[in-house]
């Protein structure tokens, strides 16, 4: 069974940054997309980047481009969200996700398999 363990959220002010780390297990996941996306109070879940596992390829929201990295460690088996330049608005429930690739990084929440519980991320102003 795929899990995915979120974890790196905290209170940060804005200007400031934070790492997330996704750490899965259950199987092997180089033929898998893991993307990060947000839920913020009274919005629905958003996408914020995905890494293919394999190969490295990132694709990021416009919101995040620039400010926001995503990396990957495979001999941890894990997945970073390095966030930069943190803005009020970024405020929300970050979650890690993953898909089969199968040609694309996909961004829609449907389009991901397995779920992590996700980590709360809060920038104050």
């Known amino acids: 069974q795929v899990q995915l363990v979120e974890s790196g959220g905290g209170l940060v002010q804005a200007g400031g940054s934070l790492r997330l780390s996704c750490a899965a297990s259950g199987r092997t996941f180089s033929s898998y997309v893991v993307g990060w996306f947000r839920r913020a109070p009274g919005k629905e879940r958003e996408f914020v980047g995905a890494i293919k596992w394999s190969g490295g390829w990132t694709y990021y929201a416009d919101s995040v481009k620039g400010r926001f990295t995503i990396s990957r460690d495979n001999a941890k088996n894990t997945v970073y969200l390095q966030m930069n330049s943190l803005k009020p608005e970024d405020t929300a429930v970050y979650y890690c996700?993953?898909?089969?690739?199968?040609?694309?990084?996909?961004?829609?929440?449907?389009?991901?398999?397995?779920w992590g519980q996700g980590t709360q991320v809060t920038v104050s102003s």
């Open positions: 996700a993953v898909h089969p690739y199968s040609g694309q990084l996909l961004s829609l929440p449907s389009d991901y398999d397995y």
